[in-house]
Protein backbone atom coordinates (compact mmCIF):
# COMPACT_ATOMS: atom_id res chain seq x y z
CA UNK A 1 0.00 0.00 0.00
CA UNK A 2 1.00 3.46 -0.06
CA UNK A 3 -0.26 6.52 1.16
CA UNK A 4 0.80 9.79 0.65
CA UNK A 5 -0.40 12.56 3.54
CA UNK A 6 -3.64 10.64 3.70
CA UNK A 7 -4.84 12.28 0.34
CA UNK A 8 -3.38 9.58 -1.50
CA UNK A 9 -3.90 6.02 -1.35
CA UNK A 10 -3.13 3.14 -3.76
CA UNK A 11 -3.34 -0.67 -2.96
CA UNK A 12 -2.87 -3.43 -5.23
CA UNK A 13 -1.84 -7.29 -4.91
CA UNK A 14 -1.37 -10.27 -6.71
CA UNK A 15 -1.70 -14.13 -6.54
CA UNK A 16 -1.33 -17.12 -8.17
CA UNK A 17 -3.71 -19.94 -7.25
CA UNK A 18 -3.50 -23.70 -8.23
CA UNK A 19 -5.70 -26.72 -7.46
CA UNK A 20 -6.35 -29.90 -8.43
CA UNK A 21 -9.75 -30.71 -9.65
CA UNK A 22 -8.78 -28.39 -12.64
CA UNK A 23 -7.31 -29.93 -16.15
CA UNK A 24 -3.84 -30.78 -16.11
CA UNK A 25 -3.19 -27.87 -18.41
CA UNK A 26 -4.75 -24.95 -16.90
CA UNK A 27 -4.10 -25.92 -13.00
CA UNK A 28 -3.06 -22.34 -12.10
CA UNK A 29 -4.45 -19.13 -12.35
CA UNK A 30 -3.32 -15.23 -11.48
CA UNK A 31 -4.97 -13.11 -10.05
CA UNK A 32 -5.08 -9.39 -9.23
CA UNK A 33 -6.19 -6.51 -7.54
CA UNK A 34 -5.50 -2.51 -7.67
CA UNK A 35 -7.39 -0.11 -5.81
CA UNK A 36 -7.35 4.01 -5.36
CA UNK A 37 -8.47 6.27 -3.16
CA UNK A 38 -8.75 10.29 -3.20
CA UNK A 39 -9.51 11.51 0.69
CA UNK A 40 -11.09 15.04 -1.02
CA UNK A 41 -11.52 16.10 2.56
CA UNK A 42 -7.96 16.14 3.08
CA UNK A 43 -6.98 18.91 0.69
CA UNK A 44 -6.60 22.76 1.52
CA UNK A 45 -9.21 23.69 -0.65
CA UNK A 46 -11.75 21.52 1.03
CA UNK A 47 -10.76 21.92 4.61
CA UNK A 48 -11.99 25.47 5.26
CA UNK A 49 -15.30 23.97 4.61
CA UNK A 50 -16.54 23.46 8.06
CA UNK A 51 -20.06 21.63 7.09
CA UNK A 52 -18.14 18.85 4.96
CA UNK A 53 -16.48 16.41 7.88
CA UNK A 54 -16.00 13.38 5.00
CA UNK A 55 -15.43 13.24 1.25
CA UNK A 56 -13.95 9.94 -0.47
CA UNK A 57 -13.53 9.41 -3.81
CA UNK A 58 -12.86 5.55 -4.57
CA UNK A 59 -12.28 2.91 -7.32
CA UNK A 60 -11.15 -0.22 -8.01
CA UNK A 61 -10.41 -3.36 -10.04
CA UNK A 62 -9.22 -6.93 -10.34
CA UNK A 63 -10.11 -10.58 -11.13
CA UNK A 64 -10.32 -13.32 -8.53
CA UNK A 65 -11.52 -17.22 -9.14
CA UNK A 66 -13.63 -19.93 -8.47
CA UNK A 67 -12.89 -23.94 -7.48
CA UNK A 68 -16.68 -24.06 -5.65
CA UNK A 69 -18.57 -26.79 -7.09
CA UNK A 70 -16.36 -28.63 -9.08
CA UNK A 71 -16.29 -32.27 -8.60
CA UNK A 72 -13.03 -34.09 -7.27
CA UNK A 73 -12.54 -35.74 -10.81
CA UNK A 74 -14.89 -34.13 -13.35
CA UNK A 75 -11.46 -33.18 -15.11
CA UNK A 76 -10.42 -37.05 -15.53
CA UNK A 77 -11.35 -39.25 -18.11
CA UNK A 78 -12.85 -42.02 -15.38
CA UNK A 79 -14.93 -45.46 -15.80
CA UNK A 80 -17.77 -47.13 -13.80
CA UNK A 81 -18.34 -50.51 -13.00
CA UNK A 82 -21.46 -52.54 -12.03
CA UNK A 83 -22.25 -52.62 -15.69
CA UNK A 84 -24.37 -55.68 -16.94
CA UNK A 85 -23.18 -57.00 -20.07
CA UNK A 86 -25.14 -59.61 -21.46
CA UNK A 87 -25.19 -61.01 -18.29
CA UNK A 88 -21.25 -60.71 -17.08
CA UNK A 89 -20.42 -57.82 -15.00
CA UNK A 90 -18.30 -55.02 -16.85
CA UNK A 91 -17.37 -51.50 -16.90
CA UNK A 92 -17.62 -48.47 -19.05
CA UNK A 93 -16.25 -44.85 -19.68
CA UNK A 94 -18.16 -43.09 -17.03
CA UNK A 95 -16.47 -39.42 -17.82
CA UNK A 96 -14.70 -38.25 -20.59
CA UNK A 97 -13.06 -35.68 -18.31
CA UNK A 98 -11.24 -32.27 -19.67
CA UNK A 99 -7.80 -31.72 -19.27
CA UNK A 100 -8.46 -27.83 -19.78
CA UNK A 101 -11.06 -28.02 -17.30
CA UNK A 102 -10.09 -24.60 -15.24
CA UNK A 103 -11.24 -21.32 -13.08
CA UNK A 104 -14.43 -19.75 -13.04
CA UNK A 105 -13.09 -16.12 -13.11
CA UNK A 106 -14.68 -12.76 -12.05
CA UNK A 107 -13.32 -9.42 -12.88
CA UNK A 108 -14.69 -6.56 -10.68
CA UNK A 109 -15.08 -3.07 -11.22
CA UNK A 110 -16.42 -0.48 -8.67
CA UNK A 111 -16.17 3.17 -8.33
CA UNK A 112 -17.86 4.88 -4.70
CA UNK A 113 -18.28 8.28 -3.33
CA UNK A 114 -18.53 8.31 0.35
CA UNK A 115 -19.65 11.55 2.18
CA UNK A 116 -20.78 13.29 5.80
CA UNK A 117 -21.83 16.65 6.38
CA UNK A 118 -22.93 18.64 9.68
CA UNK A 119 -21.01 17.01 11.89
CA UNK A 120 -22.08 13.94 10.45
CA UNK A 121 -25.93 14.45 10.67
CA UNK A 122 -26.34 13.47 6.97
CA UNK A 123 -23.67 10.95 5.58
CA UNK A 124 -24.28 8.33 2.88
CA UNK A 125 -22.55 6.31 0.10
CA UNK A 126 -22.70 5.83 -3.72
CA UNK A 127 -21.54 2.77 -5.44
CA UNK A 128 -21.29 1.81 -9.21
CA UNK A 129 -20.13 -2.14 -9.89
CA UNK A 130 -19.79 -3.75 -13.28
CA UNK A 131 -18.56 -7.07 -13.20
CA UNK A 132 -17.86 -10.31 -15.31
CA UNK A 133 -17.87 -13.70 -14.70
CA UNK A 134 -16.27 -15.89 -17.69
CA UNK A 135 -15.23 -19.60 -18.08
CA UNK A 136 -18.24 -20.44 -16.22
CA UNK A 137 -18.73 -24.04 -16.37
CA UNK A 138 -21.76 -26.17 -18.19
CA UNK A 139 -21.70 -29.14 -19.88
CA UNK A 140 -21.14 -28.58 -23.73
CA UNK A 141 -23.09 -31.30 -26.05
CA UNK A 142 -21.29 -34.11 -27.94
CA UNK A 143 -21.92 -36.39 -30.60
CA UNK A 144 -24.28 -39.26 -29.74
CA UNK A 145 -21.72 -41.75 -31.48
CA UNK A 146 -19.30 -40.89 -29.00
CA UNK A 147 -21.15 -42.84 -26.17
CA UNK A 148 -21.40 -39.64 -23.95
CA UNK A 149 -24.81 -38.54 -24.29
CA UNK A 150 -24.28 -36.32 -20.94
CA UNK A 151 -21.79 -34.00 -23.00
CA UNK A 152 -18.35 -32.61 -21.64
CA UNK A 153 -18.05 -30.48 -18.83
CA UNK A 154 -16.32 -27.30 -20.15
CA UNK A 155 -15.51 -23.38 -19.60
CA UNK A 156 -18.01 -21.60 -22.29
CA UNK A 157 -20.26 -18.90 -20.67
CA UNK A 158 -20.02 -15.22 -19.45
CA UNK A 159 -22.03 -13.13 -17.29
CA UNK A 160 -22.25 -9.79 -17.00
CA UNK A 161 -23.82 -7.97 -13.48
CA UNK A 162 -23.76 -3.99 -13.05
CA UNK A 163 -25.82 -1.91 -11.40
CA UNK A 164 -25.74 0.82 -8.65
CA UNK A 165 -25.75 0.62 -5.16
CA UNK A 166 -26.79 4.34 -3.05
CA UNK A 167 -26.97 4.57 0.77
CA UNK A 168 -28.06 7.72 2.87
CA UNK A 169 -28.67 8.41 6.46
CA UNK A 170 -28.87 10.99 8.97
CA UNK A 171 -29.62 11.54 12.77
CA UNK A 172 -32.69 13.75 12.55
CA UNK A 173 -32.89 13.65 16.34
CA UNK A 174 -29.73 14.12 18.55
CA UNK A 175 -30.05 15.28 22.27
CA UNK A 176 -28.00 14.61 25.88
CA UNK A 177 -29.66 11.28 26.33
CA UNK A 178 -31.38 10.72 22.91
CA UNK A 179 -30.69 10.05 19.39
CA UNK A 180 -32.32 8.81 16.25
CA UNK A 181 -29.96 7.88 13.34
CA UNK A 182 -32.12 6.37 9.57
CA UNK A 183 -30.88 5.01 6.80
CA UNK A 184 -31.98 4.10 3.36
CA UNK A 185 -30.61 1.91 1.21
CA UNK A 186 -31.34 0.97 -2.64
CA UNK A 187 -29.59 -1.45 -5.27
CA UNK A 188 -30.66 -1.86 -8.53
CA UNK A 189 -28.72 -5.03 -10.03
CA UNK A 190 -28.99 -6.22 -14.40
CA UNK A 191 -27.57 -8.96 -15.19
CA UNK A 192 -27.00 -10.64 -19.02
CA UNK A 193 -25.67 -13.23 -20.47
CA UNK A 194 -22.49 -12.43 -22.54
CA UNK A 195 -21.81 -15.62 -24.48
CA UNK A 196 -22.10 -19.38 -24.44
CA UNK A 197 -21.04 -22.25 -26.11
CA UNK A 198 -21.68 -22.11 -29.90
CA UNK A 199 -24.07 -19.00 -28.87
CA UNK A 200 -26.55 -22.33 -28.20
CA UNK A 201 -29.13 -21.87 -25.42
CA UNK A 202 -28.78 -24.11 -22.05
CA UNK A 203 -32.07 -25.55 -19.96
CA UNK A 204 -32.00 -25.18 -16.58
CA UNK A 205 -35.59 -25.60 -16.18
CA UNK A 206 -37.40 -23.48 -15.71
CA UNK A 207 -34.81 -21.25 -17.07
CA UNK A 208 -32.97 -21.12 -20.45
CA UNK A 209 -29.80 -19.55 -20.55
CA UNK A 210 -29.50 -17.19 -23.93
CA UNK A 211 -27.41 -14.99 -24.76
CA UNK A 212 -28.59 -11.68 -24.50
CA UNK A 213 -31.47 -12.45 -21.49
CA UNK A 214 -31.54 -12.21 -18.10
CA UNK A 215 -29.87 -15.36 -16.55
CA UNK A 216 -33.02 -16.21 -14.37
CA UNK A 217 -36.00 -15.32 -17.23
CA UNK A 218 -38.55 -18.23 -17.27
CA UNK A 219 -38.83 -20.24 -19.81
CA UNK A 220 -42.72 -21.71 -20.04
CA UNK A 221 -45.47 -22.01 -22.02
CA UNK A 222 -47.65 -18.45 -21.75
CA UNK A 223 -50.79 -18.28 -20.26
CA UNK A 224 -53.49 -16.68 -22.20
CA UNK A 225 -56.64 -16.58 -20.08
CA UNK A 226 -59.73 -18.24 -20.35
CA UNK A 227 -61.91 -18.11 -23.11
CA UNK A 228 -65.21 -16.29 -22.32
CA UNK A 229 -67.43 -17.47 -24.79
CA UNK A 230 -67.02 -21.47 -23.01
CA UNK A 231 -64.56 -21.30 -20.19
CA UNK A 232 -62.02 -23.39 -22.15
CA UNK A 233 -58.00 -22.63 -21.00
CA UNK A 234 -56.07 -20.95 -23.40
CA UNK A 235 -52.20 -20.37 -24.36
CA UNK A 236 -50.60 -18.26 -26.94
CA UNK A 237 -48.85 -21.12 -29.21
CA UNK A 238 -45.73 -18.96 -29.62
CA UNK A 239 -43.39 -16.41 -28.53
CA UNK A 240 -44.75 -13.92 -30.50
CA UNK A 241 -48.26 -14.17 -28.63
CA UNK A 242 -50.28 -13.68 -32.04
CA UNK A 243 -52.64 -16.93 -32.07
CA UNK A 244 -53.98 -18.64 -29.30
CA UNK A 245 -54.81 -22.69 -28.71
CA UNK A 246 -57.17 -24.43 -26.15
CA UNK A 247 -54.94 -27.30 -27.06
CA UNK A 248 -51.73 -27.61 -24.95
CA UNK A 249 -49.70 -29.65 -27.06
CA UNK A 250 -50.04 -27.16 -29.06
CA UNK A 251 -47.83 -24.32 -27.80
CA UNK A 252 -44.28 -23.86 -27.22
CA UNK A 253 -41.80 -22.91 -24.69
CA UNK A 254 -40.91 -19.17 -24.58
CA UNK A 255 -38.60 -16.75 -22.76
CA UNK A 256 -41.13 -14.81 -20.92
CA UNK A 257 -39.78 -11.62 -20.32
CA UNK A 258 -40.18 -12.29 -16.50
CA UNK A 259 -36.94 -12.65 -14.39
CA UNK A 260 -36.86 -14.31 -10.70
CA UNK A 261 -34.06 -11.74 -10.07
CA UNK A 262 -35.58 -8.28 -7.93
CA UNK A 263 -34.68 -5.10 -9.88
CA UNK A 264 -34.95 -3.09 -7.05
CA UNK A 265 -34.16 -3.97 -3.08
CA UNK A 266 -33.02 -2.35 -0.09
CA UNK A 267 -33.57 -1.33 3.60
CA UNK A 268 -34.53 1.75 5.75
CA UNK A 269 -33.17 1.19 9.23
CA UNK A 270 -34.07 3.07 12.32
CA UNK A 271 -31.78 2.96 15.17
CA UNK A 272 -33.12 4.79 18.71
CA UNK A 273 -30.81 5.72 21.66
CA UNK A 274 -32.29 6.62 24.92
CA UNK A 275 -29.29 6.72 27.49
CA UNK A 276 -28.22 2.94 27.69
CA UNK A 277 -31.00 1.30 25.98
CA UNK A 278 -31.36 1.35 22.19
CA UNK A 279 -34.04 0.02 19.92
CA UNK A 280 -33.39 -1.03 16.16
CA UNK A 281 -36.23 -1.78 13.44
CA UNK A 282 -35.01 -2.85 9.93
CA UNK A 283 -37.26 -2.79 6.77
CA UNK A 284 -36.59 -4.82 3.88
CA UNK A 285 -38.22 -4.45 0.63
CA UNK A 286 -38.24 -6.03 -2.73
CA UNK A 287 -39.26 -5.20 -6.07
CA UNK A 288 -39.34 -6.61 -9.78
CA UNK A 289 -39.07 -9.97 -9.71
CA UNK A 290 -41.68 -12.72 -10.44
CA UNK A 291 -41.57 -16.13 -7.95
CA UNK A 292 -42.97 -19.57 -10.02
CA UNK A 293 -45.39 -20.86 -7.83
CA UNK A 294 -45.18 -24.69 -7.80
CA UNK A 295 -48.33 -25.66 -5.84
CA UNK A 296 -50.05 -23.30 -8.00
CA UNK A 297 -51.46 -26.55 -10.21
CA UNK A 298 -52.61 -28.72 -7.30
CA UNK A 299 -54.14 -25.98 -5.66
CA UNK A 300 -55.94 -23.98 -8.57
CA UNK A 301 -56.07 -27.38 -10.69
CA UNK A 302 -60.00 -26.32 -12.37
CA UNK A 303 -61.26 -30.09 -10.69
CA UNK A 304 -57.82 -32.15 -11.71
CA UNK A 305 -57.47 -32.59 -7.81
CA UNK A 306 -60.46 -32.26 -6.34
CA UNK A 307 -60.24 -34.82 -3.93
CA UNK A 308 -56.78 -35.07 -3.16
CA UNK A 309 -55.80 -31.47 -2.56
CA UNK A 310 -57.58 -28.46 -0.67
CA UNK A 311 -58.46 -25.36 -3.63
CA UNK A 312 -57.39 -21.71 -2.78
CA UNK A 313 -60.21 -19.57 -2.74
CA UNK A 314 -59.58 -17.84 -6.22
CA UNK A 315 -61.06 -21.46 -7.50
CA UNK A 316 -64.65 -19.66 -6.27
CA UNK A 317 -63.83 -16.99 -9.43
CA UNK A 318 -64.11 -20.07 -12.13
CA UNK A 319 -65.84 -19.27 -15.57
CA UNK A 320 -69.75 -20.14 -15.03
CA UNK A 321 -71.37 -18.47 -18.08
CA UNK A 322 -71.02 -17.20 -21.30
CA UNK A 323 -69.47 -13.75 -21.43
CA UNK A 324 -68.04 -14.08 -17.98
CA UNK A 325 -64.68 -12.85 -17.55
CA UNK A 326 -62.00 -14.29 -15.60
CA UNK A 327 -58.55 -16.05 -15.02
CA UNK A 328 -60.21 -19.50 -14.13
CA UNK A 329 -61.42 -21.91 -16.45
CA UNK A 330 -64.37 -23.97 -16.54
CA UNK A 331 -64.27 -26.29 -13.63
CA UNK A 332 -64.75 -30.14 -14.71
CA UNK A 333 -63.82 -33.25 -12.30
CA UNK A 334 -60.82 -34.24 -13.32
CA UNK A 335 -59.46 -31.42 -15.35
CA UNK A 336 -60.31 -28.92 -18.17
CA UNK A 337 -57.51 -29.29 -20.99
CA UNK A 338 -55.00 -29.60 -19.16
CA UNK A 339 -55.27 -25.87 -18.16
CA UNK A 340 -53.22 -27.12 -14.55
CA UNK A 341 -50.16 -27.61 -16.62
CA UNK A 342 -47.18 -25.98 -16.19
CA UNK A 343 -47.15 -22.18 -17.77
CA UNK A 344 -47.01 -18.75 -16.94
CA UNK A 345 -50.27 -19.16 -15.16
CA UNK A 346 -48.75 -19.69 -12.05
CA UNK A 347 -46.13 -16.81 -12.50
CA UNK A 348 -46.60 -13.80 -9.50
CA UNK A 349 -44.95 -10.65 -8.55
CA UNK A 350 -42.80 -11.28 -5.97
CA UNK A 351 -42.84 -7.50 -4.39
CA UNK A 352 -42.48 -7.41 -1.04
CA UNK A 353 -42.02 -5.17 2.52
CA UNK A 354 -41.52 -6.64 5.55
CA UNK A 355 -40.13 -5.81 8.78
CA UNK A 356 -36.89 -7.92 8.69
CA UNK A 357 -35.56 -7.59 12.11
CA UNK A 358 -36.20 -5.79 15.71
Keep these: DINFKNKYVLSGSFRRD ?16 VGATWNINEEDFIKNITWINLLKLRAS ?4 GNSLGFGNYQALATYGYGYNYTGIPGSAPSNIGNPNLTWEKNKPFDVG ?3 SVFKDRLFGTIDYYNRVTSDLLANTTLSPTSGFPGGQLSNVGSVKNEGIEITLGGKPVVTKNFSWTVSFNFAHNKNRVE ?12 FYYTVGHDLQEFYLRQW ?32 TGYSAAPKYYGSLNNTFVYKNFSLDAQLFYNYGNYLF ?21 TQLKAWKN ?16 NGFRTSTRYIYKGDYVRLRNI
Design 61 to 64: YGSN
Design 322 to 337: PGDVTNVPKIIYGGNK
Design 293 to 313: DQWGAYLNSDGAYYGAFNQLN
Design 195 to 206: SLFQNKSISSSP
Design 224 to 255: AGVDPSNGDPNWYTDATKKTKTNNYSATQLAL
Design 18 to 33: GSSVFGVNNRYGNFFS
Design 113 to 115: VDF
